[in-house]
């Protein structure tokens, strides 16, 4: 039977229009239940036997849950225990429209098999589909369509099942409300937990008073943002002072202003990462942002004032020439709420189930949430998911989700850190391992046909020592003409991968591998990423290759791409291929072909040095890990070979001529990577470090700046370059992925390299996948699809891509810190020398290169009256108690881990030398100094 | 137009029975044949109606669309008309061989419809010269079996009877930016006074006598016809003579007088049976094009 839904809508070019919509009704939708005789349906989800112990019904019964259930309660629908529930078409396409994350939870949880979870498709079945009436409101036409579904279930099995939403009533249905239905779930009290608190509940916890302004409708907010009297921005709480933000207000083009916001007041509930509407206050109330840590102490109830604290917050420097914008939050225009890692606080009154949740993240305010396991949660990493902030609540209100585990535990610290990067780590579902190659795999004839046969090459890999995923390998021989033909072979994922299927979109979204200290979480499965494209030797493997015909001054002569089938004569490491350089008795194919290499790759590093590409530093370590207990039990600095740059030259080289390629093949879709110049105001501080040893370094462009690092030495201070190295980085711009006709600066200043891309490793990164699918439509090996040749789509998967590494790299980073802290908690107190990277005002940044280990140390404590402290910009230059601390200092520290707060496990810093005037140590008086592990140095990696 | 090759003696035969006041298919002169409406036919647009009127058989379509008004009149909405003379209706409109006639049509509707007299344009006015909607009506013919005009403007008093433009409503921020909202229930719209949309009488002189609604074969007879638009209270607002043959204004007068009389007749019946066809609202069954 066919029907017709109508609408009208307005366009965006402001006209109206009415949208007609065929609409098919049918008879042969199923319920999907065993019970049911009357379906002809060859399968059922809803099981017979669907027992769960209640209070309200005795009876086996299906649940029906309605949108704002849906909505507001998918955690209650996630837990295990819920089974065989009815999910109507209806409620699906409301909580589409109006949740994307909770619409993408209900469909993995659809596609459960465990859950029995059944979508009825009541708007397409004959007797509950339904048209908006006369004076009926879009909401209402959809509740009524619960109704009748329900209804229409509860005839068709015989009053089996029965819905929760309250007006339903009128039907005579069962009914329950959701709080009312889990509290009856006798054998299953946790549950009641992960309840969302409503409306109704919120009052009780919170007194009358209001803390809060009101936040501004939307409407005014939108026409406030039209006329400017308020300016849309993120909001970003700040890391040390939780009375104090900045809103980052997106302006035209590329110029972007801060608002700072300070107070709990002007905050207004705003939390970070929200979209905030802020208003911006007259001149004379502007301030400067405090320079003071503040940390949320304890549970404050709402009527304590706040007063104390902020006079505190405004006791900071107030020089008028440090104000900056201030505002304060009137609205907020999109929450960003996502479930929060964290720690219980408990209530101090035994009895009490209101608790105090404190996120690991600093950034994040306490969450108050109710439970009735606080006993066995205290200890344990859990997950909280906020659901409002009252305007008479000093925390938001929240719900537990799940427990992560037992603190300090490496799995459950592991877990949070990726959680708390988001960083997509579950396991690969059905869907996308259904796209993988059955095994055995074997290159097939027709894939013989299309490829080159590359397969009696000398081909040979060299990577770290325990690397699986190996996706390049190497050549060079010797041509006849006297030239070389170098041959660089990437694993060919494309192949594997398919544009558009369940494993690519996966993919896309991971859009990288991320390595953690003893874990790996792939961005393709496992099969592909450490078999099927693994280069390993001894097996033929499908290869994109990128081959050069290059002369003796290493010039190329000739450059081509072509699909390949290679088989790798042998996987070396780093030392081992560098040993077979070294050893002048071995003179094997292989190795021959790596000396061939080597010597070619110093020419080229040679000339790309000349042409200004920078070697910078930054402290990377390594972690030799417990093969048993996977403690770390040592810490080496990473060593850096002759092999290393050698196939690093190369990849170079491969990623250069592949950005060409594709570039002059597709000059608006081409993705390509760039990295920025620096604002000559980032070297600010490298210029005064310089200056602090009589040096000058030259910034105005990347070839000046390479050669004056390399003429910065100091005699008896070997690690001085290393450390300006280091500074240097810090002064880097962000390299980033972006799409050739978004965008015309292409220049890679790190490189010095007028275009570049990710070629090499598609194994681990996305955008290499997306390169040689580019390259392969280039030399005709393969088809293109709509979205390839879409700039926007593009771009938007290179935001994607770029939030991906970055979020990536602070995993990393804090993986290593956490192992770090580990390495210290077996270690005990250790001695160490280490250097100042920076001097701030009332802190020295130290950096130990023996382990990469880098804190900041404050000298003041809150306990303890403030030591004398002269603090000297120019310089820059602190003074503590008549002695100065300088760039590059040398001094001696203690190092010991601080667990007392499980959650922020601390290392701390002892100076022991200098030691003062008074020849008493300086760590006497300072008692002790933190390390931030959290802010370790940002690497600028290069390419 | 479609035409139809009659011989003399046919002529002859016709002439006589319309001097006597009874005519080839049994009717008296100011008889129309027999007519049937159906509203609602095409859902993608606002207001539609389908009147078939012998064989003749007439589709049209309104469709309301935002647009400027008029500078000359800028607190008035306005009609825009299209005929479509489909080569179903006949193998003469193949190509673009109804272009000239569907130009003719659309020329007459302007004149007919096209005024504040006919339509409330002022409702139509969302905000003075800036937006107003625009009305446009197109119109299909199926089947030409004579008195195109008749037919044609019986169906766009249905059509536009069954309009429903959406409601908007303009809200104006503090700096004077208009912004047009849209309101979301589909059945909140605006309805047209179609009170005084005149309908078309078509006067065809064959002998001496002039006959209303003439088939195809009293049209061969006759060398001159009379267009008249009356509204439901008898008013004429519009007159054109079509045809070769001259007309003296003696018949003229008799015309008019003739085609006041049979538009006011028209008039009522149509209102009642438009009336009731929407009382029975979604309960109505299509009947649509196969019925």
């Not at chain 1, 908006?132 to 009524?144: C, F, H, I, K, L």
């Not at chain 1, 810490?635 to 690093?648: G, R, W, Y």
């Amino acid at each position: 039977m066919l029907k017709s839904k109508t609408f009208v809508k307005k366009t965006r070019s402001g006209g109206i229009m009415k949208i007609v919509r065929e609409h098919y009704l049918r008879d042969d939708i199923w319920c999907g239940s065993e019970v049911c005789t009357e379906c002809k349906q060859e399968e059922t989800v809803l099981q017979k036997d669907t027992y769960i112990e209640s209070n309200l019904c005795s009876f086996p019964h299906y649940l029906l849950p309605d949108t704002n259930i849906v909505l507001s309660q998918i955690d209650i629908l996630e837990d295990p225990l819920i089974k065989n529930v009815i999910i109507l078409q209806t409620v699906l396409q409301e909580v589409r429209h109006r949740s994307a994350p909770i619409y993408k939870r209900l469909k993995d949880i659809l596609h459960d098999k465990e859950k029995h979870f059944y979508t009825f498709t009541n708007e397409h079945h004959r007797e509950t589909y339904i048209e908006r009436e006369q004076g009926e409101s879009a909401n209402d036409r959809n509740d009524r369509a619960i109704r009748i579904s329900t209804k229409w279930y509860s005839d068709h099995l015989n009053n089996t099942p029965h819905g929760q939403e309250e007006k339903a009533e009128e039907f005579g249905l069962l009914t329950y409300r959701c709080e009312e239905y889990v509290k009856s779930l006798i054998a299953n009290p946790e549950l009641v937990d992960r309840l969302a608190l409503t409306n109704d509940d919120k009052n009780e916890i919170t007194s009358s008073k209001v803390l809060f302004p009101e936040h501004l409708p939307l409407s005014r907010i939108q026409s406030g943002i039209k006329s400017g009297t308020f300016q849309q921005g993120t909001f970003r709480a700040s890391r040390d002072n939780y009375l104090e933000a900045t809103v980052f207000v997106h302006g035209e083009g590329d110029d972007s202003t801060e608002v700072l916001i300070q107070g709990l007041q002007n905050l207004n509930r705003a939390v970070h990462q929200d979209l905030v509407a802020v208003e911006i206050l007259p001149l004379n109330q502007w301030v400067a942002p405090s320079s003071v840590v503040l940390q949320d102490e304890g549970p404050k109830e709402d009527d304590v004032t706040e007063e104390e604290e902020e006079a505190e917050l405004k006791s900071g420097p107030s020089g008028a020439a440090s104000r900056k914008p201030t505002g304060r939050v009137v609205g907020i225009i999109k929450r960003n709420w996502r479930p929060f890692c964290g720690m219980l606080f408990l209530s101090q009154i035994k009895e009490a189930t209101r608790h105090l949740f404190t996120p690991a993240d600093r950034r994040i305010p306490r969450i108050r949430i109710e439970t009735r396991q606080a006993a066995t949660l205290a200890g344990q990493r859990i997950m909280v998911a906020v659901d409002g902030w009252p305007k008479h609540s000093r925390y938001p209100n929240g719900h537990f989700v799940r427990s992560l585990g037992s603190a300090g535990d490496k799995e459950t610290e592991t877990e949070v850190l990726l959680l708390e990067h988001d960083v997509p780590h579950q396991d690969f579902s059905q869907a996308v391992l259904s796209f993988l190659p059955k095994m055995p795999w074997n290159i097939t004839e027709e894939d013989m046909a299309v490829r080159e046969d590359l397969r009696n090459l000398t081909v040979c890999s060299v990577d770290p020592p325990g690397c699986t995923d190996i996706d390049d390998a190497l050549h060079c021989r010797d041509l006849p003409n006297g030239n070389q033909e170098v041959g660089v072979h990437i694993a060919d994922v494309s192949h594997f991968i398919r544009p558009g299927n369940a494993m690519d979109l996966e993919a896309a979204n991971r859009g990288t591998t991320v390595y953690l200290t003893g874990r790996r979480i792939d961005m393709v499965p496992e099969l592909l990423s450490s078999n099927l494209c693994s280069l390993r030797s001894s097996v033929e493997r499908l290869a994109f290759s990128c081959i050069w015909e290059i002369n003796d001054k290493a010039e190329i002569v000739k450059t081509r791409f072509t699909k390949s089938v290679i088989n790798s004569k042998a996987s070396l490491t780093y030392a081992e291929a560098q040993m077979r350089i070294d050893d002048a008795n071995m003179n094997d194919d292989t190795t021959k072909s790596l000396r061939g290499l080597n010597r070619l790759a110093k020419i080229l590093k040679k000339r790309r040095i000349e042409k200004g590409a920078l070697t910078l530093s930054s402290p990377e370590v390594r972690f030799h890990i417990d093969s048993e207990t996977h403690d770390p039990i040592d810490l080496q600095t990473k060593e850096l070979k002759e092999t290393n740059s050698m196939v690093e030259e190369f990849m170079l080289l491969a990623n250069i001529s592949v950005a060409q390629k594709i570039y002059d093949e597709f000059s608006e879709c081409a993705l390509l990577r760039k990295h920025p110049a620096p604002p000559p105001s980032n070297y600010d501080i490298l210029n005064k470090a310089a200056k602090s040893k009589d040096m000058v370094i030259h910034t105005d462009s990347a070839k000046a700046l390479a050669d004056s690092l390399d003429a910065a030495q100091v005699d008896g201070f070997p690690y001085f370059n290393t450390l300006l190295r280091i500074l240097a980085t810090r002064c880097m711009m962000q390299a980033v992925y972006f799409c050739s006709g978004m965008d015309s600066d292409f220049h890679h200043y790190g490189l010095a390299s007028p275009i570049y891309t990710h070629f090499t490793s598609p194994i681990r990164r996305y955008s290499d996948i997306i390169v040689h699918r580019l390259l392969a439509v280039a030399i005709g090996a393969d088809s293109t699809y709509p979205d390839l040749m879409d700039k926007h789509k593009q771009s938007a998967l290179c935001n994607n891509l770029n939030y991906r590494h970055k979020m990536a790299q602070y995993a990393q980073r804090a993986s290593v810190a956490y192992h770090t802290q580990l390495f210290f908690k077996s270690r005990g107190i250790l001695n160490e020398e280490g250097f100042i990277l920076f001097v701030r005002k009332n802190a020295i940044i130290v950096l130990i290169p023996k382990f990469g280990l880098e804190g900041t140390v404050f000298f003041e404590n809150k306990d303890k009256p403030s030591p004398k402290l002269i603090f000297n910009e120019e310089v820059p230059s602190l003074t503590v108690e008549g002695h100065s601390f300088n760039m590059f200092d040398k001094v001696k520290v203690t190092i010991s881990l601080d667990a007392s707060n499980v959650q922020h496990q601390k290392i701390r810093m002892s100076l022991v030398e200098p030691v003062n005037v008074n020849g008493m140590p300086v760590t006497c008086r300072m008692s002790s100094f933190q390390v931030n592990v959290n802010g370790m140095p940002v690497t600028c990696r290069m390419g | 137009m479609a035409t139809v090759q009659v011989s003399e003696a046919e002529k002859v035969y016709i002439l006589h029975g319309v001097r006597d006041d009874l005519r080839v298919d049994g009717r008296g002169c100011e008889d129309y044949r027999h007519m049937e409406i159906e509203t609602d036919m095409v859902s993608n647009t606002d207001g539609s109606a389908k009147v078939t009127l012998g064989h003749t058989d007439v589709l049209v379509g309104v469709k309301a669309e935002m647009g400027k008004p008029r500078p000359m009149v800028p607190d008035e909405g306005y009609l825009e008309f299209f005929v479509d003379c489909s080569a179903n209706a006949t193998p003469e409109f193949e190509g673009r061989g109804g272009d000239e006639l569907g130009m003719e049509l659309s020329n007459t509707l302007y004149k007919v419809f096209n005024n504040r007299y006919s339509v409330d344009l002022k409702s139509l006015c969302i905000s003075r010269g800036e937006h107003c909607w625009v009305l446009y009506v197109d119109v299909l013919l199926l089947q030409c079996d004579g008195n195109l005009f008749d037919a044609i403007s019986v169906a766009i008093k249905a059509a536009l009877f069954n309009t429903k433009i959406p409601k908007v409503h303009i809200s104006e921020d503090e700096e004077g930016g208009k912004e047009i909202e849209l309101s979301d229930d589909p059945y909140d719209c605006m309805r047209l006074n179609v009170e005084n949309v005149p309908c078309i009488v078509t006067l065809c002189k064959v002998g001496h006598r002039h006959v209303v609604d003439a088939t195809l074969q009293e049209k061969a007879c006759s060398v001159a016809s009379l267009i008249i638009s009356v509204t439901h209270k008898g008013t004429v607002t519009c007159v054109r003579k079509v045809g070769g043959g001259s007309l003296d204004p003696e018949s003229i007068f008799e015309m008019t007088e003739t085609g006041k009389r049979v538009g006011k007749a028209l008039h009522a019946p149509l209102m009642e049976l438009l009336q009731e066809e929407e009382s029975l609202g979604k309960k109505r069954q299509k009947v649509g094009f196969l019925g």
